[in-house]
């Protein structure tokens, strides 16, 4: 099986599915089938899933009539905190055998607070609070706003899932407020978390703009970008945790932070499906997948092992020859990063007014 061949390689299997109907269903896409069968060992929810599993949904309208007297986030809250604790508790003793590595559920800080440091310490704490599970991760976005709120929530002995990050060089600063919680921390040992690296979307920026140039080299460059962004991600994850500043934390039972695969749904039908799951398995890491990524890589996807670690030179070869081309890597990740926050701020806008509309039925 595809999936027992991605974890024996080193790579988690997550989810980045979710709903009511997955955690209570009993067909082969719930989430007790699916962490039964094929080796799901996490799941991930953000704003979007959230908008699109909630809003409309028959299974959340009872709820919804019974907090009319609440403010729409007050009831979007205790939705999507009540699910994420009944996930957390499915995933249990998967978090107990692995000594917390896996087992893990993530939910996100209201998106709209992307840009603002303390509140997004103070709604990453609440959440912490109100879910009060071991094995939750609170997901917080990589804005230069949102690194300091990642060292404070790691300090508080917080797990943290760092999202939307897209350029290696912000990666870095991730890591470094990582580890700064780390240090600060009083039991690093209970402290996990993860640095959600998105990959998908890079191609799908790069490949229009490698579309629209005159240069006749532009097309042999196409989907080459998502993935060697992706390689040399972990070639920087390898250098940071074998450093003297590392080994330090290593000493007092610090977790290294994995890299996550996000955005691993394939976007373009001319790409292999399974392309951005073989390609990025590596130790230490998780792939957090659409439901027909993970079912693609169930019914064909080809596990060749380790497929980071021997091309980084072929990635940095990549960058030399986007930057020929006159195409900035910096730039397309600036721009991804303001689009990302948009779509996650505007999901959420429409799930509270869906729920809004709701509430005066």
Same mark, same amino acid.
């Given at each position: 099986?595809?999936?027992?061949?991605?974890?024996?390689?080193?790579?988690?299997?997550?989810?980045?599915?979710?709903?009511?109907?997955?955690?209570?269903?009993?067909?082969?896409?719930?989430?007790?089938?699916?962490?039964?069968?094929?080796?799901?060992?996490?799941?991930?929810?953000?704003?979007?899933?959230?908008?699109?599993?909630?809003?409309?949904?028959?299974?959340?309208?009872?709820?919804?009539?019974?907090?009319?007297?609440?403010?729409?986030?007050?009831?979007?809250?205790?939705?999507?905190?009540?699910?994420?604790?009944?996930?957390?508790?499915?995933?249990?003793?998967?978090?107990?055998?692995?000594?917390?590595?896996?087992?893990?559920?993530?939910?996100?800080?209201?998106?709209?607070?992307?840009?603002?440091?303390?509140?997004?310490?103070?709604?990453?704490?609440?959440?912490?609070?109100?879910?009060?599970?071991?094995?939750?991760?609170?997901?917080?976005?990589?804005?230069?706003?949102?690194?300091?709120?990642?060292?404070?929530?790691?300090?508080?002995?917080?797990?943290?899932?760092?999202?939307?990050?897209?350029? +290696?060089? /912000?990666?870095? !600063?991730?890591? &470094?407020? $990582?580890?700064?919680? %780390? #240090?600060?921390?009083?039991?690093? *040992?209970?402290?996990?978390?993860?640095?959600?690296?998105?990959?998908?979307?890079?191609?799908?920026?790069?490949?229009?703009?490698?579309?629209?140039?005159?240069?006749?080299?532009?097309?042999?460059?196409?989907?080459?970008?998502?993935?060697?962004?992706?390689?040399?991600?972990?070639?920087?994850?390898?250098?940071?945790?074998?450093?003297?500043?590392?080994?330090?934390?290593?000493?007092?039972?610090?977790?290294?932070?994995?890299?996550?695969?996000?955005?691993?749904?394939?976007?373009?039908?001319?790409?292999?499906?399974?392309?951005?799951?073989?390609?990025?398995?590596?130790?230490?890491?998780?792939?957090?997948?659409?439901?027909?990524?993970?079912?693609?890589?169930?019914?064909?996807? +080809?596990? /060749?092992?380790? !497929?980071?670690? &021997?091309? $980084?030179?072929?990635? %940095? #070869?990549?960058?030399?020859?986007? *930057?020929?081309?006159?195409?900035?890597?910096?730039?397309?990740?600036?721009?991804?990063?303001?689009?990302?926050?948009?779509?996650?701020?505007?999901?959420?806008?429409?799930?509270?007014?869906?729920?809004?509309?709701?509430?005066?039925?």
């Amino acid at each position: 099986m595809s999936t027992r061949d991605v974890r024996k390689n080193g790579t988690s299997i997550w989810l980045d599915d979710f709903s009511r109907a997955k955690i209570t269903g009993d067909d082969k896409h719930s989430l007790p089938s699916r962490i039964a069968h094929d080796n799901v060992v996490g799941v991930t929810t953000n704003p979007s899933i959230f908008a699109a599993a909630i809003s409309g949904a028959q299974e959340y309208s009872d709820d919804i009539s019974q907090m009319r007297d609440l403010s729409a986030d007050e009831c979007v809250k205790k939705l999507t905190t009540d699910d994420v604790r009944q996930a957390c508790d499915l995933f249990k003793d998967i978090h107990t055998s692995s000594k917390g590595v896996d087992g893990r559920v993530s939910i996100e800080v209201d998106p709209r607070l992307a840009h603002d440091t303390d509140a997004t310490i103070a709604a990453g704490k609440e959440l912490w609070a109100i879910i009060d599970r071991p094995n939750l991760m609170i997901k917080v976005p990589a804005t230069i706003e949102g690194l300091p709120a990642i060292t404070s929530l790691i300090a508080a002995g917080i797990s943290v899932n760092v999202t939307l990050i897209f350029s +290696v060089k /912000r990666y870095g !600063a991730v890591i &470094d407020a $990582y580890m700064t919680g %780390i #240090e600060a921390t009083f039991n690093p *040992s209970h402290v996990h978390s993860v640095a959600s690296f998105f990959v998908s979307r890079i191609d799908s920026a790069v490949d229009t703009l490698l579309k629209e140039s005159s240069n006749p080299g532009a097309n042999q460059m196409l989907g080459k970008a998502a993935i060697a962004n992706a390689h040399l991600a972990y070639q920087l994850f390898e250098e940071k945790f074998s450093s003297p500043r590392w080994s330090q934390q290593i000493e007092r039972g610090g977790n290294k932070q994995r890299p996550l695969w996000a955005s691993t749904g394939v976007k373009d039908a001319a790409y292999e499906d399974t392309r951005y799951v073989v390609e990025l398995i590596a130790p230490e890491t998780v792939n957090t997948m659409p439901q027909n990524t993970l079912d693609a890589i169930i019914d064909h996807g +080809v596990i /060749r092992g380790d !497929a980071i670690r &021997d091309n $980084y030179a072929d990635a %940095i #070869e990549v960058f030399k020859s986007l *930057s020929q081309l006159n195409i900035s890597l910096d730039a397309v990740t600036a721009e991804l990063e303001r689009d990302g926050v948009k779509k996650f701020a505007d999901a959420w806008e429409e799930l509270l007014s869906s729920v809004r509309s709701a509430q005066r039925q």
